[in-house]
């Protein structure tokens, strides 16, 4: 097709050989094929000129949609080889979806323009399920993994103590099970691993706080924290955020671990713009926290 088109715009075999870049008998023999397949002449031959026949000249626009469709097919193909098209899903269960997700997708998609990212925000187990499933690409939980079948890499981070900026533990380094007695201390909600550890550390000093306050994500409880006396044990990454909203972090003593797993499906592998994804996620993650586990779960 790109010699018969190269041979009506050129009008010779000769030009039309070096448009294509090839031998003028490999010009010829294309030609002679098509002209096979097709049962019919495409050129009158004059003189070493090539006029097309009125078949050819009805047949000129299909071929040149043609070639036009198979670019688009080439260059489609190199896009998703690339990793610059298609979609990827990626579900969170709340530490990461206010403060470091919505940054790290318009930078990603500053590059990747044409990759279509949704994101969900649900519970650890659900999100569990959906990349199971292969409903989902990506899912960030809180660990331990509640579903098998899932490749998962495991994240350990120190949680820090927040607190409005007028609030007087802004005034010390380090914050003690001591300095929370008789503050009000937002919780979250779902007897979490953080507020176990918390709970642990306050009944060994026999040291009691006020719960009237819960939340499902580390974020809200900032929100929380920025407008009035609440205080709270969240995680880094919301806790270390600059956000401008009058909120301090101190660090916390004895530590808080706060573990979270990235997870994909063990069964159907990343694509392309996916796998990017994967990728600047850990390395979010990897600022403020360490690989502890890289491991599969495998199917029972």
């Excluded at 071929?63 to 969170?92: M, Y």
């Amino acid at each position: 097709m790109e010699v018969f088109v190269a041979l009506i715009e050129a009008g010779s075999v000769s030009r039309a050989a070096q448009k294509l870049n090839l031998t003028q008998p490999a010009v010829s023999i294309a030609l002679s094929n098509m002209e096979a397949e097709m049962d019919f002449r495409l050129f009158h031959r004059s003189k070493g000129f090539f006029v097309p026949t009125s078949e050819a000249l009805l047949l000129h626009a299909e071929v040149e949609q043609g070639l036009f469709a198979v670019s688009r097919i080439e260059q489609r193909v190199k896009d998703i080889r690339s990793g610059t098209t298609g979609g990827v899903s990626i579900a969170l269960n709340g530490v990461l979806a206010v403060n470091v997700m919505p940054q790290l997708i318009a930078e990603f998609q500053l590059e990747y323009p044409n990759v279509n990212v949704e994101m969900r925000i649900h519970s650890s187990r659900r999100i569990a399920s959906w990349v199971s499933s292969q409903q989902i690409d990506i899912g960030i939980i809180d660990a331990p993994i509640p579903v098998v079948g899932l490749n998962a890499k495991l994240f350990y981070s120190e949680c820090v103590c927040i607190m409005h900026k007028d609030d007087p533990l802004s005034k010390l380094k380090v914050i003690e099970p001591k300095d929370l007695e008789n503050r009000s201390v937002i919780s979250i909600t779902g007897d979490h691993l953080v507020d176990r550890q918390l709970e642990k550390h306050l009944s060994e000093k026999n040291i009691s706080i006020i719960r009237n306050f819960s939340s499902y994500y580390f974020a809200i409880a900032r929100n929380m924290v920025s407008q009035g006396d609440k205080i709270a044990i969240v995680d880094c990454f919301n806790g270390k955020a600059d956000l401008k909203d009058d909120v301090e972090w101190r660090p916390y003593s004895p530590k808080i671990s706060n573990e979270i797993a990235m997870v994909t499906s063990s069964d159907q592998p990343l694509g392309q713009a996916a796998q990017e994804i994967h990728n600047r996620l850990c390395k979010a993650l990897g600022k403020e926290s360490f690989l502890v586990e890289d491991k599969m779960q495998n199917k029972k």
